[in-house]
């Protein structure tokens, strides 16, 4: 005799592979059913398990048909939360306007109703989009407010992500020396709380910044080692910019045709999951690849294709850079 279990047995079995980092599971798990998008708690778990699986749209979705009930749930922790997840899905895919409101109304609402930790990652996460949009200092100091609320909530895995984001920004104003700390701390951050994401994050951060000290052997090596860390993980958009990262350091190497390989794959990666930065970057990449080929349409069409979407980010500096590669290439 064959046993089903009830919904209450497929909601405590999604609940313990979210416990454990089974996203892929868990979101098999809710997949139609009807309960996860109707309770609060279902509805984020299965919105937090399509963000986590490289589903952004799925993950808006979701929480947008849900959004009536979640305003209405007697916990104002879920629409706090939803806040901040909706706003995590606007920044991979693009829309930075929506990101940002989304994000001061998780902050609002988990200011107002003493949630540290969300206000950390809200403070965080605003940090990621001003320096996108080039706005270091605002950047840093919203990295830099985060990072004294995770230590006093000895949250290990917050600490590492803001770290990462400090580094990015050095990484961006060219402060090599202190971005290289500042990862090599997002790392050891990581190691400490088990998020191995995060370390796989950092470890991509470490060979962007080999790239830019003009060692793109190791750089490769770095890259390769996030990618399969990545895959290993099942997070398509972190393996897509951590192959990005082998094709350019590949480039460098002159190898041209396996850093199309490792390109090709990335653009594909990002396009699929609906990732616009790490679309937009490995598209310009592919486009400096076309260029060393001799192919200067390919290298336009990419690069122009790159330069629509940094506007449309809002992302001026990166903007800028891809609009001289283009006139680099006659246009």
Avoid: K
Avoid at 68 to 93: K, Q, S, V
Avoid at 299 to 311: I, V, Y
Wanted: proline share 2%; glycine share 10%.
């Amino acid at each position: 005799m064959i046993a089903f279990g009830g919904n209450d047995d497929v909601h405590a079995s999604a609940r313990a592979h979210a416990a454990r980092g089974e996203w892929g599971v868990v979101r098999s798990l809710l997949a139609g059913d009807a309960a996860a998008g109707r309770e609060p708690e279902l509805l984020l778990l299965a919105a937090e398990a399509a963000m986590r699986v490289g589903l952004p749209r799925e993950a808006s979705e979701r929480l947008r048909d849900g959004w009536a009930g979640l305003e209405g749930a007697a916990d104002g922790a879920a629409l706090r939360r939803a806040c901040n997840l909706l706003g995590a899905a606007a920044f991979e895919l693009g829309d930075l306007t929506e990101s940002h409101r989304a994000f001061a109304r998780a902050l609002e609402l988990a200011g107002a109703d003493g949630d540290h930790l969300l206000v950390a990652r809200a403070t965080n996460n605003l940090g990621a989009i001003a320096n996108l949009r080039g706005d270091r200092e605002r950047a840093l100091t919203h990295f830099q407010l985060a990072i004294p609320a995770y230590q006093q909530l000895g949250h290990t895995r917050g600490l590492a992500e803001s770290c990462h984001n400090i580094a990015i920004a050095y990484r961006d104003a060219r402060r090599l020396e202190d971005a290289e700390d500042y990862e090599r701390r997002a790392m050891e951050y990581a190691h400490e709380s088990g998020s191995a994401r995060v370390a796989a994050m950092a470890r991509a951060g470490r060979a962007e910044l080999s790239l830019l000290r003009g060692d793109p052997r190791l750089a490769e090596r770095e890259a390769t080692i996030a990618a399969e860390a990545h895959r290993r993980l099942e997070d398509p958009i972190g393996e897509a910019d951590a192959l990005r990262l082998v094709g350019e350091a590949r480039i460098a190497l002159g190898t041209i045709d396996a850093a199309m390989r490792a390109i090709d794959a990335a653009v594909n990666l990002a396009t699929a999951h609906g990732a616009a930065l790490v679309r937009a970057e490995a598209l310009r990449t592919r486009a400096g690849a076309h260029r060393v080929r001799g192919e200067a349409r390919a290298a336009r069409d990419d690069a122009r294709a790159a330069l629509e979407l940094f506007e449309q980010l809002g992302a001026i500096e990166e903007r800028n850079r891809t609009a001289e590669l283009l006139g680099s290439l006659g246009v």
